[in-house]
């Protein structure tokens, strides 16, 4: 009972973007959410959707792949770059290098059409159940690099650089995985949680997979790999990033 008083009061306060071409498809979309609780606005394109997100705050976007002129993956991509704001993407097309792509690009599941609304329903309170469980990020409303230890993290450049100047080439997962960190410092990360940060479940990656990203990692940054200053393990926890961070 506890856990459907909770689910009931976040959908209600949930606020969903409805991005899609389709008149017909943003009117069955919005109205079957509006029946769930789910208050609900819609967008044609990239354009009206930005001019939604300036209004209103949104909690989750569901977003069609195959928009006319500015398609899907490229807003997909543009608004992982800028913010963690959940996102559901809509596709006709039932290809997996579709799906792999859509969800290389940020976005947190996907949803093939033709689709029943009850499935697309279930999607979306799974994946806000997801983000209202993850630790808030401790960041600035603009930054360009973190300052930790002996080194900075340009995340335009998305490279590691230590004090003597040295560059650290990063890997996609690596890279995702210290921004996880950096984000939220001193505050223990389980496995779970470090995976749905760096968007690790659409790699049908397993929990262990972490462990090993970690190793990778602590071998760059830590004086002793073996004795980790930085990211610290905590046993029956996950992971903690020990160091300070600051902005610049």
Known sequence: MQ??????????????????????????????????????????????MRRVLKQHRIDLVVLDLMLPGEDGLTICRQLRASSQLPI???????????????????ADDYLAKPFGTRELVARIKAILRRANSLPPERRAAEKSSWRF?????????????????????????????????????HVVLTRDQLLDLTRGRSEAFIDRSIDTRISRLRRKIEADPRNPEIIKTVWGGGYVFAVNVACQ
């Not at 006709?92 to 792999?100: G, Q």
């Not at 230590?162 to 960190?181: G, I």
């Open 3 to 48: 856990y459907e008083t909770l689910t009931r009061a976040m959908t209600c306060n949930a606020h969903i973007l409805v991005v899609d071409d389709h008149a017909e498809i943003r009117d069955l979309v919005s109205n079957h959410l509006a029946k769930e609780g789910f208050r609900v606005s819609t967008a044609p394109d990239g354009t009206q």
């Open 88 to 106: 559901l993407m809509l596709t006709a097309k039932s290809e997996e290098f579709d799906r792999v792509l859509g969800l290389e690009m940020g």
């Open 149 to 185: 230890d002996r080194w900075t993290l340009d995340l335009a450049a998305r490279n590691l650089k230590s004090d003597q100047q040295v560059v650290k080439p990063l890997s996609t997962a690596e890279f995702e995985l210290l921004v996880a960190f950096a984000e939220r410092p």
